[in-house]
């Protein structure tokens, strides 16, 4: 099984920076996953890892250290628009394909 | 772009009602997902799919049934609708494991109420 671990909620200022952290524990671990779901949307993409180190993707970037089972999403810049949930979402052995999401982190970006 | 749909955005029934919640993805994805979606616990897989025919219990199967008569095509089935059952129901498709298909993608969801 897998224990994923997210904060519940953070905000931050727009134009400021902000870190979600997410902490898992799993039996095999095989890549890690952030989404970003806006209020009463669907959750759509954002990065995936599976190999330790940094991906940066414009704004935002994503980090994995696979021996301290830990990740984050980096967001520079933020943007009232950013205001959204965030998930991780890891993926073990148990059907390689099929990620496990944590609960989520509520971002509230204000002005 | 991946486009998957969902049959109904809002959905009202009633307890002991069996329910048909459709999915329907124009990419070609073997892989099809239902998931469920409530405050503080997050996504929650129902069943998969990774053929057509096939299904696979999730980790909340207890109360529902799936089918996958065609591949772009995952049904969700409450057989006997209750109110614990009242959630956002997201279904995801994914190419198959392998080519370079990791994401999921997501449907906009259906809001079921059961009264």
């Known amino acids: 099984g897998q224990n994923i671990d997210q904060p519940t909620e953070m905000t931050a200022t727009e134009g400021a920076i902000v870190q979600i952290n997410c902490t898992y524990q799993t039996s095999g671990f095989n890549g890690l996953f952030w989404y970003q779901q806006h209020a009463g949307e669907a959750p759509t993409f954002l990065s995936y890892n599976v190999l330790d180190g940094l991906e940066e993707k414009g704004r935002f970037s994503s980090f994995l250290s696979r021996s301290k089972g830990y990740s984050y999403l980096l967001l520079k810049e933020l943007q009232m628009k950013d205001s959204a949930s965030y998930l991780c979402?890891?993926?073990?052995?148990?059907?390689?394909?099929?990620?496990?999401f944590g609960r989520g982190t509520s971002l509230i970006v204000h002005p | 772009d991946v486009k998957v749909t969902q049959s109904s955005r809002y959905l009202v029934k009633r307890t002991g009602e069996k329910v048909f919640l459709e999915c329907v993805q124009d990419m070609d994805h073997e892989n099809m997902f239902w998931y469920r979606q409530d405050p503080g616990l997050g996504l929650r897989l129902i069943y998969f799919?990774?053929?057509?025919?096939?299904?696979e219990k999730g980790d909340i199967p207890e109360g529902y049934s799936v089918s996958r008569e065609k591949k772009e095509r995952f049904s969700l089935i409450l057989e006997s609708a209750s109110t614990n059952q009242t959630s956002m129901y997201l279904c995801?498709?994914?190419?198959?494991?392998?080519?370079?298909?990791?994401?999921?993608?997501f449907g906009p969801g259906t809001r079921l109420l059961v009264l």
């Open positions: 799919s990774y053929d057509v025919k096939m299904k």
């Open positions: 995801a498709s994914s190419l198959e494991q392998g080519a370079g298909g990791e994401t999921q993608y």
């Open positions: 979402a890891v993926r073990d052995l148990r059907g390689s394909y099929i990620p496990t």
